[in-house]
Each structure stands twice: as structure tokens, then as C-alpha cells.
């Protein structure tokens, strides 16, 4: 399973911006995906993920109501759009795939992606 991440970029904080996933290599009906972010000096810490099959989704608190999570089956691209941004979401952020439940814990993924740079200035 590859993962390739992009989106990220610079923007001013109340603002928005859309990651992207694109996944290949197998067949994502039984897999969850999900997004994790590292700020400098921090730990990779949950984001959001989605169970590719039903689509049943799960946040951190710290996000909920102001990102969403997604995927295109069509597309195999799984999507984290981004409302309301604040300086503390800053970090780089990362995609992940794992078969079963999402799980909140960066050591239960199998697969991940480059990560992609998002900063929010205040």
C-alpha cells in the first residue's frame, strides 16, 4: 500500500484548507484511514479517521465540528478538510492506513504517507 499525502500550505488562522490521500497498491474496501499531526517538540498525535467500507468516521476533540473527514471510493483518495484554522493545528500532517477499527494510536498503522506541512498564522 502506497500513500501519498498533499495539500498543505500556508494560511491565515479562520481560514481552510483540504489534504488529500491518494492511496494505491490494494483494495481499501476493509481498510480505515486516518490523519495524524506532529508539531515540533510534540508527539504524532490523532486527527481523524474513517472506516473505507461503511464510512463511520471518529475526531479528536480538539477538531471536532471543524474538520471533516472523507473518501472517494471512485478516486481510492481519502480527503481532511480543514474549517475555523487555528495557530495550535500547525504541524506537519500525516495519512495512515490500517485494516480492522480506527485506532488512535500511531503504532497501530500499517501504512503512512510523507506528511505535508500546514501553518497557521495568527
Known amino acids: 500500500v502506497q500513500l501519498q499525502a498533499s495539500g498543505g500550505g500556508l494560511v491565515q488562522a479562520g481560514g481552510s484548507l483540504r489534504l488529500s490521500c491518494a492511496a494505491s497498491?490494494?483494495?481499501?474496501?476493509?481498510?480505515?484511514m486516518a490523519w495524524f499531526r506532529q508539531a515540533p517538540g510534540k508527539e504524532r498525535e490523532f486527527v481523524a479517521g474513517?472506516?473505507?467500507?461503511?464510512?463511520?468516521?471518529s475526531y479528536a476533540d480538539s477538531v471536532k465540528g471543524r474538520f471533516t473527514i472523507s473518501r472517494d471510493n471512485a478516486k481510492n483518495t481519502g480527503y481532511l478538510q480543514m474549517n475555523s484554522l487555528k495557530p495550535e493545528d500547525t504541524a506537519v500532517y500525516y495519512c495512515?492506513?490500517?485494516?480492522?477499527?480506527?485506532?488512535?494510536?500511531?503504532?497501530?498503522?500499517?501504512?503512512w504517507g510523507q506528511g505535508t506541512q500546514v501553518t497557521v498564522s495568527s
Open positions: 495512515a492506513a490500517r485494516q480492522s477499527t480506527v485506532a488512535e494510536v500511531p503504532g497501530a498503522y500499517d501504512y
Open positions: 474513517i472506516r473505507w467500507g461503511g464510512g463511520s468516521t
Open positions: 497498491g490494494r483494495t481499501f474496501s476493509s481498510y480505515v
